[in-house]
């Protein structure tokens, strides 16, 4: 006769099993999912001990999990093949809380048992939540390298009793005597549903067993947990149109298992097209979240920054307790820092993407928009995401980086600059441009509404700033045109006159009138004021419906060595026709706004006024 043991709990599982045998919770069917995670980690540690103890798994068949729902005896066991558990292991794993799950739960206890319940599911409390559909559990376990087997038993009130149990196959089984309420989960019906939607992932076979018949329930398709080496092209790519719903290949695929400070496993792909609702503000995206191969999570935007959000697939930790609550993922630190690593590796992988710049054009122009978006998001990662930029310039065909543009650079230019609009072809024909195409300075073309807002951040690189045509610094003015413009300037005098005259004819149209050398062909341009929303993002923001209309705050500039210019000027200081002087500068302020994109004032006034010029120089 063995003889039998008793063993009274911890008292902080005491209070635990207070509350869940007592619970009226109405998720009890988690019970199921944390007794297979749990199978599940047994399998994955006998799995890694037999890596040095080859001899733990000799004749031992494939990893499964066994559920057996018996009718007649109100029974469900749950059997595993993984690693068992000797009696230290029974007093110490199922009579004291170890870790994670059960420990969390315990700590948020409020005493109050309304309160309390409502926490089950938030935690799941593991093993001991057996407790809430069982009025007797047995635990048969035997220990993969040990001869003798052990029996636990409880109700789940105070204490529990451990015998000897002899003839069992390395692993455990668990028999839940099930509560009257609770034989629904009894049915195959039950079990299978419950299955799908809690474990499906789980990577080793969750079988049904009925009788004599056997029937796989889940998927096992945790490829993640895999290694690398295990896992064929076809099958991430299979992975990857189940998961993003796509039918193409992923562009990137970046599969690996973090250990160190914060351990995780990441399957994660870039699709080759961006998803249509891309810019959909309401649309949550996010990564799948697993603890232990366990659904956790869709769509958890902790996992990625912003800038990142077209990135799919599944993090894997067991850093969490199961069944986290939303709340928790995003106060979580654990969270934050797979964050982190995540945003490292991406950025690595996808570095390693721009050696064939062909391939990488194809994610730039799908997902350039959305990644620029770092450059103002994530300052701690911007010497890596800097150099991942594509750039349009005035002087090379396709896309250039910053580091090409700076290599390009000319005698004495100090500074990167650029312009923003709304067209690739009509900035590359935008008058401003003008005067830095005379001194053979590259201007970047930036197209993207985004484009209005990253170099208000990021304003610097390698140690020149990030410029604005608009407000050229001193580097400018002193390099020289490549060929120079020997036409004279308007004299001085002149000038003055001519500038007080716009300004009087424009009042109320514009804030300023000033003599530019950044034309060069052109007589007249539009720009902002220092600090003034550019002209293009004034635009952007007037469609959106975001602000009414600007006082306008811009400066209209004019080109004294243009020969209409020199002209106006003479004209105005000959004091010829009043009229036609005021008509030539309403024409040319309507020029410059339409240049930059922007409706004339008055078309049909425009019109009369170039054709009455028309019919005269005829
Ligand atoms: P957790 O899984 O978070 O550690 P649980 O309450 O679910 O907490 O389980 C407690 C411990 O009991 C586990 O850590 C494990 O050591 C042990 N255990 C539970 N079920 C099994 C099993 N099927 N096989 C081996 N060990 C198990
Ligand atoms: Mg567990």
Known sequence: MTQTEKFEFQAEVGKVLDIVVGSLYSHSEIFLRELISNASDAADKLRYSALTHPGLTEGHGPFEIILTPDK???????????????????????????????????????GDNKKDVGLIGQFGVGFYSA???????????????????WLWKSNGSGSFEISEADNLPVGTNIVLHLKKNFEEFLEPMRLRFIVKQYSDHISIPIILQNGDEKETLNSSSALWARPKSDVTEE????FYRALTHNFDEPWLTLHYSAEGIIEY??????????????????????LNLYVNRVFISNEVEELLPHYLRFVQGVIDTNELPLNVSREM??????????????VTRLLEAISKKTKDASDYKKFWQDFGIVFKEGLYEDHENIKKIAPLCRFYSSKVEGLTTLEEYISRMVKGQENIYFITGDDLNVLKNNPSLEGFTAKGIE?????????????????????KKILPITHPEKDFSNIQD?????????????????????????????????????????????????????IHLERLMKQHGQQQAFASQRILELNPKHALIKKLGKAVFDKVDDDKINDAIWILYDEARAIEGEPLQDPAGFMAKVNAFMENGL
């Open 482 to 534: 490549v060929e120079q413009n020997t036409s004279d300037s308007l004299e001085e005098g002149m000038q003055t006159l001519l500038i007080e005259r716009v300004k009087q004819i424009l009042s109320g149209h514009i804030n300023d009138v000033q003599m530019t050398d950044r034309l060069n062909k052109s007589p007249v341009a539009l720009k902002a004021g220092v600090g003034q929303m550019s």
């Open 131 to 149: 407790f809430m559909v069982a009025e007797s559990v047995e635990v048969y376990s035997r220990k993969a390298g040990d001869e003798q087997g």
């Open 265 to 286: 496993k990441a399957l994660l792909f870039i699709p080759q097209k961006a998803p249509f609702d891309m810019f959909q503000p309401d649309k949550k995206r996010g």
């Open 235 to 238: 099958q991430y790519r299979d």
């Open 443 to 463: 201007v970047l073309l930036l197209t993207d509404p985004i484009d209005e807002f990253w170099p208000q951040v990021f304003n610097e690189w390698d140690g």
């Open 329 to 342: 993922l995003q106060h979580t630190p654990v969270l934050a820092k797979i964050k982190k690593g995540i």
């Open 72 to 110: 007649k005896e109100k029974t469900l066991s749950i059997k595993d093949n993984g690693i068992g558990m000797n009696k230290q292991d029974l007093i110490e794993n199922l009579g004291t809380i170890a870790k994670s799950g059960s420990a969390e739960f315990a700590a948020h206890l409020t």
